[in-house]
Every structure is written in C-alpha cells, then in structure tokens.
C-alpha cells in the first residue's frame, strides 16, 4: 500500500497530468477573433466571397437550392487526398439529384493548381482564406483540422460536419436525396 504522502504526490501528478492535457488540446484549438460567427449545425452558412482557380469570384449563396457538401482540403494533406476519390464518385453519382460537392482548398493556388492538374475532379473548387479568421473556421472548424467537411442543406443551413476523412458510405447518405445525416 502506498503511504498517505505518496498517495498525495500521485494526487497531486495526476492532476497536474489532467490540466496540462487540458492546456494543450485548448491551445490547439482556433482562437476566434471577437465579432467574428463561428457557424454551427443549424446555423444559416455565411455568405462568404471566394475566389476559383481562374480569380473568380463566387459566393456560397450561388449554391441555394442545393445540397451542399462542402469539403476543405489541402494538397499536402494526405487524408484530404486520399478521400478526393470518393468525393469525386459521389459528385458524379448524386450531381444531377440536386446536391454538389464543393472543394475550398486552405493552400497555395500554385500548388492547388498544378495538384489539380494532374488530378482533375468532377466538382469546383474555391480558394478558402488561411489568415485568421480563416475560411474552414468560419464555416466550424474551431481546431482548423483537415480535411473538414461542412453539409449544407438547400437553403444554406448547416446540417451536419466532420472532422476527417469521409467515407463512400457517410457521402451517400449525406448527397443522398431520399436522406439526412
């Protein structure tokens, strides 16, 4: 058994284990400038201006109507990469029943640029904003994680979002029109 001074000296170590944990996962976390909406599920999406490849400019709002899966990526993010197969498939399968998949790449346009060129999908890509408050935060990634993913139903509502990868099966149900997260 331990004696009642080492038994505090635990106390005392598990403790400070627990708050240094805490410290950590909320300094990985996003800091949100003040004035600045965070959306979350149920939530009407900003209508936020970004630019495509070709330094369009597109609004959010453009997609009212729409189901809209709207996945932030990079093209040094190995998981971002490894599911733009399946976003591509779903963009084909479910794009002519009312939903779109929409890319907003959180990098530099070169390089998304010469990624898509090797790799071409189905489905536009924007250019998301990296300075603070950046795009993927404003639309509720509050610990700025890619890949992000945000759904968005007709009239531009936040109904679902997710951290990670997705698979084919969640972007079935999600661009699905019979279905609802």
């Given at each position: 058994?331990?004696?009642?001074?080492?038994?505090?000296?635990?106390?005392?170590?598990?403790?400070?284990?627990?708050?240094?944990?805490?410290?950590?996962?909320?300094?990985?976390?996003?800091?949100?400038?003040?004035?600045?909406?965070?959306?979350?599920?149920?939530?009407?999406?900003?209508?936020?201006?970004?630019?495509?490849?070709?330094?369009?400019?597109?609004?959010?709002?453009?997609?009212?109507?729409?189901?809209?899966?709207?996945?932030?990526?990079?093209?040094?993010?190995?998981?971002?990469?490894?599911?733009?197969?399946?976003?591509?498939?779903?963009?084909?399968?479910?794009?002519?029943?009312?939903?779109?998949?929409?890319?907003?790449?959180?990098?530099?346009?070169?390089r998304v640029q010469a990624?898509?060129?090797?790799?071409?999908?189905?489905?536009?890509?924007?250019?998301?904003?990296?300075?603070?408050?950046?795009?993927?935060?404003?639309?509720?990634?509050?610990?700025?994680?890619?890949?992000?993913?945000?759904?968005?139903?007709?009239?531009?509502?936040?109904?679902?979002?997710?951290?990670?990868?997705?698979?084919?099966?969640?972007?079935?149900?999600?661009?699905?029109?019979?279905?609802?997260?």
């Amino acid at each position: 058994m331990l004696s009642r001074g080492n038994l505090l000296i635990l106390l005392l170590a598990l403790l400070a284990a627990v708050a240094g944990g805490w410290l950590q996962h909320r300094s990985r976390l996003a800091q949100v400038p003040d004035g600045v909406h965070v959306a979350n599920v149920g939530d009407l999406r900003p209508d936020l201006a970004l630019l495509d490849l070709h330094g369009k400019e597109h609004r959010l709002s453009e997609f009212r109507g729409q189901r809209v899966l709207i996945n932030f990526w990079a093209s040094w993010c190995v998981p971002c990469l490894a599911e733009m197969p399946a976003l591509d498939a779903a963009q084909r399968k479910f794009g002519d029943q009312g939903a779109i998949v929409l890319g907003i790449a959180m990098d530099d346009p070169s390089r998304v640029q010469a990624f898509l060129a090797a790799h071409p999908v189905a489905y536009p890509v924007l250019l998301g904003e990296l300075d603070s408050p950046s795009t993927s935060l404003r639309l509720g990634d509050t610990e700025e994680v890619l890949p992000f993913s945000v759904l968005l139903d007709g009239q531009g509502r936040v109904i679902a979002s997710h951290r990670g990868a997705l698979d084919a099966a969640q972007l079935a149900r999600w661009l699905s029109p019979a279905t609802a997260p």
